[in-house]
């Protein structure tokens, strides 16, 4: 098979007749897509990748521009920034087949053939187009897109990781699927990543927990995927002694109950009880309440007395989500900030929860809003941004605690009770993790 395989609209310029129209460059792009999908449906991955060379590549060790007249088409419309989305949106639709196969060994590969581009010393005596097509192909290296594509070389090890923002790239591409201005496939792409990467986190913490607490096996054998080391037990019992009869589950659910009929005026007022009815510490809950509840107030009063629905529902928890983590997109809010500074990331975390259990169709745009904020941080060191590494680990362990596929319940060891607070001791307790019949298990 070769680039000749391409729709006739892309075969050679000469062979076209003069009478007939040239191709627009949107109808140059959906050839391409449409070759790219019956190659990579058909064609095992070796020979994909190799195609896929053959097409955006090659032509640089050539010189020989005509062998690929789709690419010289494209570069004649002197339009890099659309060239870069061809490109672009070129590489998920491989990406997003081969990672339904599971063959990741192949998108390493292909998001590496952009870190290897040839260097033809006598393009600048042959073909100005070629020049114009390295300098697009070189930009595209050094772009935010192929940044993002970068995420995609996630492997099982994580060994690659090189910077502390690694560890929470499922986040990034949170943002990235949710993010209307890219293609779908590379929605499609991140959405799936995103959710093998949490599936495996979930994993590995309730392996972890489960083995960390025999005494027939040593824990050093499984990856504990936090950073809290052995600490994350009593964190996991922390969080876990309030599920039950009040869990946040039941109460986000009778909460609902009592305020489906109510103005969105009325919800406002409703929504900030909720939130802070049984927060740890009174004295910083009734600071970020008062923040808090002034912003709400101001939030759509045009449309106060208009009755909760369900659009108006996520409106709101969204825009509380904002209030809490980061309101620009571009830097911390005041009650982000706030809260963190003085320690207290696990009662940031728990206020999210509550958001997320009135209204789960809302988490991703937490996780896209803890996206901004990881980008905000990223160019600093790890020691720089601890407050805010702690807060995503807590973050991390309380979802994966209340993930809908992972049961972790606690269980009192020994029947000594002689002391009058043994229920609130927690090292008198194990964590007991189940992972369901029907979840995804990860390689």
């Known amino acids: 098979m070769t680039t000749n395989s391409l729709p006739s609209i892309l075969g050679n310029q000469h062979t076209v007749k003069p009478n007939y129209p040239e191709p627009s460059l949107q109808a140059l792009q959906e050839s391409l897509y449409n070759f790219l999908i019956q190659l990579v449906n058909i064609y095992p991955p070796e020979e994909a990748l190799k195609e896929f060379k053959q097409l955006f590549i090659h032509c640089l060790e050539s010189g020989n521009f005509s062998a690929v007249p789709v690419i010289q088409k494209m570069v004649m419309f002197d339009n890099e920034e659309e060239f870069h989305y061809t490109l672009k949106r070129s590489c998920y639709i491989l990406i997003n087949n081969w990672a339904a196969k599971r063959k990741h060994k192949y998108i390493h590969e292909l998001i590496s ?3 290897q581009l040839p260097v033809n010393k006598l393009l600048i005596y042959s073909c100005p187009e070629l020049i114009t097509y390295q300098v697009w192909l070189e930009n595209f290296v050094h772009s935010q897109d192929y940044q993002e594509l970068k995420k995609f070389n996630y492997t099982n090890t994580n060994k690659s990781q090189t910077h502390w923002s690694d560890r929470y790239a499922n986040y990034l591409l949170v943002a990235q699927s949710v ?23 979930k994993f590995e913490l309730a392996m972890y927990i489960a083995r960390s607490q025999s005494t027939a096996s040593s824990p050093t054998r499984y990856h504990n995927p936090s950073i809290f080391g052995d600490e994350v037990l009593r ?8 599920k039950g009869k009040f869990s946040y589950e039941n109460i986000a659910h009778i909460f609902l109950k009592q305020t489906e009929n109510q103005t969105l005026k009325q919800f406002k007022k409703s929504i900030h009880k909720y939130l802070f009815f049984s927060v740890g510490n009174q004295a910083i809950a009734e600071i970020i309440s008062q923040i808090l509840t002034e912003k709400l107030s101001l939030w759509k009063v045009e449309k106060d007395e208009v009755c909760l629905s369900k659009d108006l529902l996520l409106r709101v928890c969204n825009r509380l989500i904002d209030f809490l983590t980061t309101e620009n997109r571009q830097e911390p809010s005041e009650l982000f900030t706030l809260l963190l500074s003085h320690g207290h990331p696990l009662t940031l975390v728990v206020i999210l929860l509550k958001i997320i259990c009135i209204c789960k169709s809302t988490r991703s745009h937490l996780e896209s809003r803890i996206a901004d904020l990881i980008n905000f941080y990223k160019d600093k060191s790890e020691d720089e941004c601890k407050w805010l590494i702690q807060f995503i680990e807590f973050y991390n362990i309380t979802f994966a605690i209340y993930a809908e596929n992972v049961e972790y319940n606690l269980l009192k060891m020994g029947e000594d009770e002689a002391s009058g607070n043994s229920h609130t001791n927690l090292d008198t307790y194990r964590v007991f993790s189940q992972v369901k019949a029907d979840a995804n298990i990860p390689d």
């Open 113 to 115: 053939l952009f870190t």
């Open 179 to 201: 993010d209307p201005d890219k293609p779908q496939e590379q929605q499609e792409a991140a959405s799936k990543l995103s959710r093998q990467m949490k599936d495996k986190y």
């Open 235 to 242: 964190l996991i019992k922390m969080i876990v002694v309030k």
